[in-house]
């Protein structure tokens, strides 16, 4: 990956909404063009190769809601949660986990499409296809100020590594 963000990147994604809190509740997917909502702002893409898998919902994902507060602190914008399921898994794992604010975003790489092209993909065996890596990003004014991928459990992926990176 360049120090640059590459532009036209598009995620899917549901918003949050009160009206739509019940797990079960199915929102629409809406694109999330990364260029246009985030040009100016820092941002922490966290990867995850599933929604609901041991390691992404016991050791992952937990501290960073936990920590979103000193993720704020530190100058970040927005915590997006990206894995290849699709919008409406993910908009079920950040319920699941208690996420209500519209800065921690949960949104689907389809096909794990731009994690193949920054060369952050994973290829499972067939039940489960190519999916996004679990990995990390800090997005700073369009620039990209850290990236780690973790080959086995959490580590340069995890918050503090990336608290520690800010």
């Known amino acids: 990956m360049t120090d640059k963000f590459p532009e036209d990147v598009k995620f899917l994604y549901i918003a949050y909404t009160p009206a739509k809190a019940d797990i079960t509740a199915c929102g629409i997917p809406i694109p999330l063009d990364f260029d246009k909502e985030f040009r100016d702002k820092t941002v922490v893409i966290v990867a995850i ?4 898998t041991p390691t992404c919902t016991a050791n992952h994902i ?3 809601v936990e920590k979103f507060t000193a993720l704020k602190s530190a100058g970040v914008d927005a915590v997006i949660v990206l894995s ?7 908009s079920a794992f950040g319920k699941a986990l208690g996420v209500t604010d519209e800065a921690f975003i949960f949104a689907s790489d389809p096909g794990a499409e731009f994690s193949k092209s920054a060369g952050l993909s994973l290829d499972l065996p067939p039940a489960f296809g190519t999916r996004t890596a679990r990995y990390a990003i800090i997005v ?6 850290y990236v ?3 080959s086995e459990g959490v580590a340069g992926s995890g918050v503090d590594a990336v608290l ?3």
């Not at 190769?49 to 609901?52: E, L, M, T």
């Not at 290849?84 to 993910?90: E, I, K, L, M, R």
């Open 49 to 52: 190769p599933g929604a609901f």
């Open 62 to 64: 937990p501290p960073f």
């Open 164 to 166: 520690a990176a800010l």
């Open 84 to 90: 290849a399921n699709d919008p409406f898994v993910q």
């Open 140 to 145: 700073s004014n369009g620039v990209v100020k």
């Open 148 to 150: 780690e991928k973790d």
